[in-house]
């Protein structure tokens, strides 16, 4: 009792410790299983035992017999199955040439270049060196987004990055399966032709299983043949039935059909995919939090001094500092991308929780069936997790001013609220040459602004979500534009520390208005018109006017004009280099020169 409720608040509290450090949690989760496993029986413990044991050892243990490894299988299957939730179709067609190549050409050169350095470096078998290479193909969002969390980057990289860790999670997690599977039915010797038919009994009954099933929960939730309360469970219950019984009409064909259930399931159109996305991952969290202390204190210290040699620094080297950088540039040629960015791209790539999580099972299933070389398969894809996690935690920003793809200013903007009015100011922004970003609930408003050419996100500001994206890291601008007071106020707190860096703005509520008391002047987009004026002036005169100022003192009595004498806003002032500045209700502190253009919507000043 005591070792297994110690292990769920280990695990959480490595969470916890990850998010407060802004550091991928797998490294706080395998830092303290290797503690409280072979290092405590090493070097703690007086009886030379594990702090905590997971495998029942004739005195003490959690799991009897092979009860370890049916745990990891069921805890896999849901993590693999989470894993393909997140795979849409239509992610894939717009992501760019770039991402595409990066998870095909790019996991080919991996591939296969790790698998025949694997193979002379520790001269395992090709079947073992290109499990190994499958294993690591995999970098995940869960150890790229804190990695890069506070590194201002443009878009470019951030995306790039971003899809590639989302994209090829289940895609490297099913070639994983597929190389093990074709491993498991040769035998570990020649692949005679029962071996290949077994294979394709696999390829058959997993794909079937996770087809069909797929279809079957979805036509249940959209038919409300499931209550609400019971969405989730039942959500999961399918994904361990559809595991077990692949496994019973095909060994090893579970994963598969997970892997398949998880992205047909998520490509489907269900009204509470998003729920059941948010279940899953808190479900995911505490596996993950339990699997890899439990796996990483399951290593023998034996096990880690076979890699104890300069054979581990040779393939390190090799699979980060030339596949990784060839697959990069390979995939990246005839892209916008500049040298320092592929060089950058080409650094950061950790290796993360699928990775670490299906190479233990794989290892103790082929170690169990006598399989020459299995013995490393664990601790070299441990190694390779653990060195790219700590390398890119430790020198990513470092390397980012190196190379000059740093950020020194960010001048990206957020809008929060896509409404007619901030879809024409996003507009005359965008032409102008700034990153806007729009956030809206309301799916028409995200819908009208796409149809503009604008970036748009329909996302929840409760949510953690926009926090954690990484796609926003050279946002340095936030502007509350919506109708709700409350709402405004809420964007300002808590967003203004992530994105509101160069300057946080919000609309001047009604109440402020008719009071004519509004409080921080200086956060105030303008201190004349709340959102009802604003969209009124908007519908009158949709579009966004320019005058050229002579003298500040011009500029003052422009603003006095546009304030008292016509129906109009005003919103920017553009230098003479093109940069343009937020005006705000506290003007006074905009310092303007000669050849500046004010811009403004509503009745042109004449």
């Known amino acids: 009792m005591l070792e297994l409720s110690g292990i769920i608040i280990l695990g959480i509290l490595a969470q916890w410790v990850a998010w407060r450090f802004k550091i991928p949690a797998i490294l706080p989760l395998i830092l303290i299983g290797l503690l409280v496993g072979p290092i405590a029986a090493e070097f703690l413990s007086e009886d030379g035992a594990k702090w905590i044991e997971p495998v029942w050892n004739g005195e003490k243990g959690l799991f009897p017999g092979d009860g370890l490894y049916y745990f990891v299988s069921l805890a896999i299957s849901i993590i693999l199955f989470e894993g393909g939730l997140t795979l849409k179709r239509n992610e894939i067609k717009t992501v760019g040439p770039v991402i595409t190549k990066l998870i095909t050409l790019g996991s080919t050169v991996t591939f296969f270049g790790a698998g025949i350095t694997a193979h002379y470096v520790f001269d395992l078998s090709w079947e073992m060196s290109f499990l190994f290479a499958a294993l690591i193909i995999v970098t995940g969002p869960t ?101 077990v019984e692949s496994e019973v009409f095909a060994h090893e064909s579970g994963l598969l059909a997970v892997v398949v259930m998880g992205m047909v399931l998520g490509n489907n159109k269900l009204e509470n995919i998003k729920e059941l996305l948010y279940f899953k991952e808190s479900i995911s969290v505490l596996l993950i939090s339990i699997l890899f202390i439990l796996l990483s204190a399951n290593i023998n210290m034996e096990d880690m001094m076979l890699l104890y040699n300069w054979k581990t620094a040779i393939l390190f080297g090799i699979v980060i500092f030339v596949i990784r950088p060839l697959a990069v540039f390979l995939s990246t040629i005839g892209s916008n991308l500049k040298f320092n960015e592929k060089l950058f791209i080409s650094w950061v790539g950790p290796r993360g929780i699928v990775a670490a999580g299906i190479a233990s099972l794989f290892g103790s299933k082929l170690l169990k069936a006598g399989v020459a070389g299995a013995e490393y398969i664990t601790p070299l894809v441990f190694m390779i997790v653990l060195g790219t996690v700590l390398l890119n935690a430790t020198t990513a920003r ?145 579009i966004v006017n320019e005058v050229k100022i ?35 209700a506290f003007h006074e502190s905009l310092k303007v020169q000669e050849g500046d253009i004010l811009m403004y919507i509503g009745k042109t000043i004449i």
């Not at 959209?222 to 209550?227: E, H, Y």
């Not at 001047?508 to 009124?536: A, G, H, M, Q, R």
């Not at 500029?555 to 937020?582: C, R, S, W």
Request: hydrophobic share 45%; net charge negative; aromatic share 10%.
């Open 143 to 243: 150890v790229i987004t804190p990695i890069l969390r506070n590194i201002p980057l443009k878009k470019d990289i951030s995306a790039v990055l971003k899809w590639e860790g989302i994209l090829i999670d289940p895609i490297g997690a099913l070639v994983a399966v597929l190389v093990f599977e074709f491993i498991s039915v040769g035998g570990g010797g020649g692949f005679t032709k029962t071996a290949l038919l077994e294979f394709g009994k696999i390829l058959l009954f997993g794909t079937t299983f996770g087809f069909t099933f797929a279809h079957a929960l979805a036509f249940a939730i959209n038919k409300n043949m499931i209550p609400h309360y019971l969405l989730n469970v039942v959500s999961l219950s399918t994904v361990l039935l559809v595991f």
């Open 398 to 542: 470092f390397f980012a001013k190196v190379v000059g793809v740093f950020l020194k200013s960010s001048e990206g903007i957020i809008m929060v609220g896509a409404s007619n009015f901030a879809r024409l100011i996003a507009t005359y922004l965008k032409n102008n040459g700034r990153r806007v970003v729009l956030i809206d609930t309301n799916s028409q408003n995200i819908e009208k602004s796409k149809l503009l050419g604008l970036e748009a996100i329909e996302g929840n500001i409760y949510s953690d979500d926009l926090l954690e994206d990484i796609e926003l890291n050279d946002i340095g601008y936030l502007l509350a534009l919506t109708g709700s007071a409350e709402v405004n106020d809420y964007v300002m707190e808590r967003f203004t520390p992530t994105f509101g860096e160069e300057g946080s703005f919000r609309l001047i509520s009604t109440d402020e208005l008719k009071e004519k008391k509004p409080v921080n002047l200086d956060k105030l987009f303008t201190d004349k018109d709340d959102y009802i004026n604003l969209s009124e002036v908007v519908r009158d005169f949709p």
């Open 550 to 584: 002579t003298s500040e003192k011009h500029y003052k009595d422009l603003l006095m004009k546009i304030n008292t004498e016509i129906h109009a806003v005003p919103l920017f002032v553009k230098n003479k280099k093109g940069v343009i500045q937020i005006i705000s």
